[in-house]
């Protein structure tokens, strides 16, 4: 049975809410974002359909497919390939950051819980840790923890600004 | 986008790039960037739509202005000087380039830590502020203890204000200042020149707000 083309345009916002809180609920859940096969049979659509939805929704925010495949690479805050930014959630290590930005809006998926950061120094490679919970910083170490990025944010590519 | 144990470890990453320094800031400073709506935002059943509607584009713009580079066609001259004695800062009495007596009353309180409050009132409601140490102990002082104070010093404000610290052993000072963009700075920290101009047309006006609350 020959599959028609989805219009990207033509994809409602509604669906991509429903697709894009049913990603992060999965994520949020195991750790794993799911691949649109699966998402297919838990939304109750057709796997093309269900393909069109992910990629307009990657399209959207600052994640990405990894390169020429269907699967997700990152989906932020989070990542589906192992980062060296390793996120705890009271005191369960099952995700990883998108970048060390991103690992400080990990606590906003996770209300009311303790969201640790483990993370190496790329100079040196000593650890580094941040604990938080909800609008608290409860723990940062060590203190002169600085953040750092050398590619511009917010720049020409309007809807990636975080890449 | 990552993560390092200080500014100088930041600094002397091999693919550290100078022009994008003005995103070198304390974790604090990121924590509370990626507490903006466009992060929180992410729990919401509808957030396709909200991040493409208006109010994801005002997020957006909040945080690109957040981010945005300082303007590199103004520099740091008197007129950044006069933005500063605007600012809302108190004077200790007495104090002068020679007066040591804030640097005592700075090594007196210190060592206690800065409570919290004290620190967060800082960071909510001043908008400047400049903090010298001299590297050279007071005579009656212990230099370990000294060197000691100032570390705890820049440690303990760049934790609890977000706002970068410098020690600046060179120079002999160790300066504490930050969101100097609010106040009409636009010039570069890492330009010398300009920043020990700035400082010394200010130092008068300025030397410590926070020991004032201290006090």
């Not at chain 1, 369960?92 to 996770?110: K, P, V």
């Not at chain 1, 483990?118 to 941040?130: F, H, K, N, Q, V």
């Not at chain 2, 920043?195 to 004032?212: F, G, H, I, P």
Request: proline share 7%; with cysteine; hydrophobic share 45%.
């Amino acid at each position: 049975m020959a599959a028609e083309a989805i219009d990207p345009d033509q994809l409602a916002l509604t669906e991509l809410d429903a697709v894009y809180a049913a990603i992060m609920s999965e994520v949020v859940a195991t750790g794993v974002a799911p691949h649109y096969a699966e998402l297919a049979r838990s939304l109750d659509v057709e796997p093309l359909r269900a393909k069109a939805l992910v990629t307009r929704i990657i399209e959207l925010t600052p994640g990405w497919l990894h390169p020429g495949t269907d699967y997700i690479a990152s989906f932020p805050p989070f990542n589906n390939q192992p980062t060296q930014y390793r996120v705890s959630v009271d005191g369960e290590q099952r995700w990883f950051a998108q970048c060390g930005f991103e690992a400080l809006a990990c606590r906003w998926l996770f209300p009311g819980r303790n969201v640790t950061v483990d993370a190496a120094c790329l100079l040196g490679g000593e650890p580094l840790r941040i604990e938080m919970r909800d609008e608290d910083i409860t723990m940062i170490d060590p203190p002169t923890m600085v953040g750092y990025t050398r590619s511009p944010v917010g720049g020409d590519a309007a809807n990636r600004p975080f890449r | 986008m990552n993560l390092f144990r200080s500014e100088e470890h930041a600094r002397d990453w091999e693919e550290f790039e100078p022009r994008m320094a003005h995103l070198l800031r304390p974790v604090e400073w990121w924590a509370d960037t990626f507490a903006t709506p466009m992060f929180r935002a992410r729990a919401r059943a509808d957030f396709i739509s909200w991040a493409t509607g208006p109010e994801g584009a005002a997020a957006f713009e909040e945080l690109r202005q957040r981010m945005a580079p300082p303007r590199p066609d103004v520099r740091a001259t008197a007129a950044a000087a006069a933005a500063l004695s605007k600012v809302d800062l108190s004077v200790i009495d007495g104090s002068s380039a020679e007066d040591r007596s804030v640097e005592m009353q700075l090594l007196r309180l210190w060592p206690a830590a800065v409570p919290v409050e004290t620190a967060r009132h800082w960071r909510n409601a001043a908008r400047g502020m400049i903090v010298a140490i001299p590297a050279d102990p007071l005579p009656e002082v212990d230099a370990q203890a000294w060197i000691e104070t100032r570390r705890s010093a820049v440690r303990d404000v760049q934790a609890a204000t977000g706002w970068l610290a410098r020690a600046d052993v060179g120079a002999g000072d160790v300066r504490l200042t930050h969101r100097l963009a609010q106040m009409g700075w636009q010039g570069d920290v890492a330009d010398q020149p300009a920043w020990t101009a700035m400082e010394q047309s200010a130092r008068a006006v300025l030397k410590c707000r926070s020991l004032a609350e201290l006090a």
